[in-house]
């Protein structure tokens, strides 16, 4: 008798036992949440977002303020526009430790006699689309100007009203710079707008409200193939280009998910992706294959040539008496009151 109770008892604590061991993994599993990867809705094509691997979970938001507090929120991975990347990149970001993913980046992206990302994000950031800025407009064929009046064009008077530009300060006086008379036009440009929100522009010129819009190219490319009132122009003065970043947040354990972005980058997905407007900064070759499914025209504005990248600018960070200065020319050439368009406020990029 003695005997079976103990083989019973026995039983009883490799139950308790192994119960235990369950609800510790049970509540290390709660405890491990999977790796996160946010971005502003938009900002990262939608087919590449379906392909993040296991376990890795997408997060969009509205607004970047959501993924961008201080400290930042707890995402493994954020998709940020180059300007809120460089807001205090130093101390927010770690490097994205992909050195294979960054030996394959065009040389120009780091070539600093050109339109490089900034220092700053070379080190913390990894480069995953640019697009450039450029102008788009549905004025007839017969009165459009031509292609060699270039920035100047949007001071044209029978665009007074009837622009948008976009919401950034920073981007419009880049843009300024190349008009005829430099930032000394700026407040003939302010005059112009009729709001400043480039993400809304293509509905407001579909809706006949405005007659052209300064956007970025990968939010017209859909609708330029089906869209034939559209038009647009790649100023040979050159322009600014929007860039999209990885960045893991100072304290994140999780390693970039490289097969993730090499598929980006690889047919069919690279193809699939230039269609909808967005390209990786890539070397020509690589993507020539992608580019041969688009219009000539068309990926000829997406991948610049190497004359009129040289053109081209990206935008630095701005230690603090940079920004005092651009925000008294802003301020200086503000509309008069009762003209000054809608948007418009100081941000990034």
């Known amino acids: 008798m003695g005997s079976a109770i103990s083989r019973r008892r026995l039983l009883q604590l490799m139950a308790l036992s192994g119960a235990a061991s369950l609800l510790g993994c049970g509540r290390a599993g709660e405890a491990a949440a999977p790796p996160r990867l946010g971005s502003v809705r938009g900002q990262l094509p939608?087919?590449?977002?379906?392909?993040?691997?296991?376990?890795?979970?997408?997060?969009?938001?509205?607004?970047?303020?959501?993924?961008?507090?201080?400290?930042?929120?707890?995402?493994?991975?954020?998709?940020?526009?180059?300007?809120?990347?460089?807001?205090?990149?130093?101390?927010?970001?770690?490097?994205?430790?992909?050195?294979?993913?960054?030996?394959?980046?065009?040389?120009?992206v780091s070539d600093m006699a050109g339109p490089a990302l900034p220092e700053v994000l070379l080190e913390r950031?990894?480069?995953?689309?640019?697009?450039?800025?450029?102008?788009?407009?549905?004025?007839?064929?017969?009165?459009?100007p031509p292609?060699?009046?270039?920035?100047?064009?949007?001071?044209?008077?029978?665009?007074?009203?009837?622009?948008?530009?976009?919401?950034?300060?920073?981007?419009?006086?880049?843009?300024?710079?190349?008009?005829?008379?430099?930032?000394?036009?700026?407040p003939r440009l302010r005059r112009q707008a009729f709001s400043h929100d480039e993400r809304h522009a293509l509905n407001l010129l579909l809706a006949g409200?405005?007659?052209?819009?300064?956007?970025?190219?990968?939010?017209?490319?859909?609708?330029?193939?089906?869209?034939?009132?559209?038009?647009?122009?790649?100023?040979?003065?050159?322009?600014?280009?929007?860039?999209?970043?990885?960045?893991?947040?100072?304290?994140?354990?999780?390693?970039?998910?490289q097969p993730w972005v090499d598929a980006a980058w690889e047919p069919p997905l690279l193809a699939r992706l230039a269609r909808g407007g967005w390209l990786p900064p890539l070397p020509p070759g690589d993507l020539r294959p992608?580019?041969?499914t688009l219009p000539e025209e068309l990926a000829a504005w997406m991948a610049p040539s190497p004359a009129l990248l040289r053109r081209c600018v990206s935008l630095g960070p701005l230690d603090p008496e940079e920004r005092q200065r651009l925000q008294r020319i802003w301020d200086a050439a503000a509309p008069p009151a009762g003209l000054s368009p809608r948007g418009g406020a100081w941000g990034r990029p």
Do not use: K
Not at 86 to 102: F, G, H, T
Not at 125 to 130: F, R, W
Not at 228 to 244: A, F, S
């Open 290 to 292: 992608a580019l041969a």
């Open 147 to 186: 292609p060699s009046e270039g920035w100047g064009m949007l001071l044209d008077p029978e665009l007074q009203g009837s622009l948008v530009l976009p919401s950034s300060p920073r981007v419009v006086m880049a843009l300024a710079e190349r008009l005829p008379n430099g930032l000394e036009d700026l």
């Open 209 to 257: 409200e405005v007659l052209a819009a300064v956007c970025q190219l990968r939010w017209l490319v859909p609708l330029l193939r089906s869209d034939h009132r559209l038009q647009v122009l790649l100023p040979e003065q050159g322009t600014v280009l929007g860039w999209t970043v990885l960045v893991r947040p100072t304290g994140s354990p999780e390693p970039l998910p």
């Open 46 to 108: 939608r087919t590449w977002l379906q392909r993040l691997p296991d376990p890795w979970i997408s997060t969009s938001v509205d607004t970047v303020g959501a993924l961008t507090p201080d400290p930042p929120a707890p995402f493994d991975l954020l998709a940020l526009s180059d300007g809120w990347a460089l807001e205090d990149a130093a101390r927010r970001w770690q490097p994205p430790a992909a050195p294979a993913l960054r030996a394959r980046l065009a040389p120009w």
């Open 125 to 144: 950031a990894l480069p995953v689309g640019v697009s450039p800025w450029v102008i788009v407009h549905r004025l007839p064929r017969r009165s459009a």
